[in-house]
């Protein structure tokens, strides 16, 4: 895909230092920078940061839409690349699976899909990288799991522990455990064998988080937790280092977060319907108490932009704040410093909102159009240079 010409944006109003302004902005070479050249009217529309997402795993469903119906990963990624770029993502983290659980949660599946995403990523739109859950409980898999963060040069880990919660429901809702064992491929009877065999090594799971801890901090990987249930086990996560709360299931989890500066991921979807999809915490209700500082997809790329309007429309929170949230807090979070804002110098990682129906018509990612689309795609298509550029690179989403 080939860069944009030199351009400035002009007429819109642009996100910058924590306000909007009515001013241009100019991209060159994949960068923001200064400058007189050539124009592109955006008169009626908002230049905003590229979103960066932390967690999602929309991925699955255009890997394998059906359960048992699964496409070649390669097509699933490039499927996924676009959903992510129509929605204004620029970077996006795939939430993959590293579970006793096995299917599609396997450690043999995570490395399939991180060869496929090694593979892909020179043809990528938007900055695909991965983020592997872990389950506390496949310790037997450690070195193999710091080998593959390694070799594959995965940035983000978070740890999990569903060990209690599936079983519950294997006790309690049989039929939903049933469920559950067939999402991963396995009948209930197998799925109920592996869950006892990750049981019996919960006394191994202390001694197996500290060994991850400690290599990933050589590798320089960033790492966290996910659906903490209380404080106590923020904490406990903390104190290895692993200071990212990914979900956490209540207030008393987030507040516990906040108290010992750890930032605090919350789900978009959970904002834009009013209420978690698994029956937790609001989201909202944490904003509105100033206990979350990142929003993710979660499970549908389009929520993170509807998330921060609607903290918005709510009075929760300003337009810079409500989308610093799935902007510039992501890019901090994961020490990602060249991106997440519209400054001089940094990548061109930027949307471009229409004001009055709020759609995002344009994408930009590393000086690239990922996506372009409405008004916005006549006025960019009205310069000669990006005319001649898109000629010589053919179609938008082709590589």
């Not at 699955?60 to 097509?75: L, N, V, Y």
């Not at 795939?94 to 299917?103: I, M, N, P, V, Y």
């Not at 940035?155 to 049989?174: C, I, K, L, S, W």
């Not at 005319?387 to 938008?396: F, N, V």
């Amino acid at each position: 895909m080939t860069l944009l010409p030199p351009l400035r944006l002009t007429g819109a109003e642009i996100l910058r230092d924590g306000e909007m302004q009515r001013r241009s902005i100019a991209l060159a070479d994949g960068r923001i920078t200064r400058g007189p050249l050539p124009e592109v009217d955006l008169t009626g529309y908002l230049v905003l940061p590229g979103i960066i997402d932390l967690h999602g795993d929309a991925f699955e469903r255009h890997i394998a839409p059906r359960t048992g119906a699964a496409f070649p990963m390669r097509a699933g990624l490039a499927s996924t690349d676009r959903d992510a770029a129509a929605h204004g993502v620029t970077t996006a983290f795939l939430a993959q699976g590293w579970s006793w659980e096995g299917g599609h949660r396997s450690p043999d599946y995570a490395e399939a899909l991180m060869e496929a995403l090694d593979a892909y990523r020179p043809h990528a739109l938007t900055d695909l990288r991965v983020q592997v859950r872990a389950e506390t409980h496949l310790v037997d898999q450690g070195p193999r799991l710091i080998e593959a963060v390694r070799r594959h040069r995965v940035g983000f880990v978070v740890f999990n522990d569903h060990t209690a919660e599936v079983q519950d429901m294997r006790r309690m809702r049989p039929v939903d455990f049933a469920m559950l064992a067939r999402k991963v491929g396995r009948t209930p009877e197998d799925y109920g064998v592996t869950l006892d065999r990750a049981l019996a090594r919960a006394h191994e799971v202390p001694r197996h988080l500290c060994t991850l801890a400690e290599s990933f901090d050589e590798l320089g990987v960033i790492y966290g937790s996910h659906d903490d249930p209380d404080g106590e086990t923020r904490e406990r996560y903390s104190m290895i280092g692993a200071r990212i709360a990914e979900f956490p299931t209540n207030r008393r989890a987030a507040a516990a977060a906040r108290a010992m500066m750890n930032p605090v991921l919350m789900g978009a979807p959970n904002v834009v319907r009013g209420r978690s999809q698994a029956g937790n915490v609001s989201a909202s209700d944490l904003v509105a108490e100033g206990l979350v500082d990142a929003l993710v997809s979660d499970y549908h790329y389009p929520a993170l932009a509807l998330a921060a309007w609607e903290l918005v429309d709510r009075g929760l929170a300003t337009l810079p704040r409500a989308w610093a949230m799935i902007s510039t807090r992501p890019a901090e979070i994961l020490r990602m410093p060249d991106r997440g804002r519209l400054s001089p110098g940094l990548r061109a990682d930027l949307c471009v909102v229409n004001a009055r129906t709020r759609m995002v018509e344009a994408t930009i990612t590393g000086g690239r159009l990922s996506w372009l689309a409405g008004e916005a795609a006549r006025r960019f298509l009205a310069v000669p240079q990006i005319q001649r550029a898109e000629m010589s690179a053919g179609p938008l989403a082709a590589e």
